[in-house]
């Protein structure tokens, strides 16, 4: 069993950048991969990161890409998502969650713990 809570939302400037702070509880941390997702008002939730167990291997949305940074840090039980050059289409509820290694790390299905969400506003 998992439990992640996510944190570091806010309301920014177009430009600016949030670092959200995903925390875990439990001592297999290390044995989950893990990824942000983002959902906005009406709209499906979408991939947007994800990092393989170790670190060594991180993977982005298109729409993010060169702009959002994942990482993680196992003694600490903890996954991060810097933001830079935040645009008003990031706004979203920001979703960390954790799968077991080998299922597919796009499709949330394979996901089995999600946080509560926090709340990231970009405005123009």
């Known amino acids: 069993q998992v439990q992640l809570v996510e944190s570091g939302g806010g309301l920014v400037q177009a430009g600016g950048f949030l670092r959200l702070s995903c925390a875990a509880s439990g001592h297999t941390f290390s044995t989950y991969a893990m990824a942000w997702y983002r959902q906005a008002p009406g709209k499906e939730r979408e991939f947007v990161a994800s990092?393989?167990?170790?670190?060594?291997?991180?993977y982005y949305a298109d729409s993010v890409n060169g702009r959002f940074t994942i990482s993680r840090d196992n003694a600490e039980n903890t996954v991060y998502l810097q933001m830079n050059s935040l645009k008003p289409e990031d706004t979203a509820v920001y979703y960390c969650a954790a799968r077991t290694p080998g299922s597919s790390r796009t499709y949330p299905g394979a996901y089995a713990y999600w946080g509560q969400g926090t709340q990231v506003t970009v405005s123009s």
């Open positions: 990092i393989t167990t170790g670190g060594a291997n991180t």
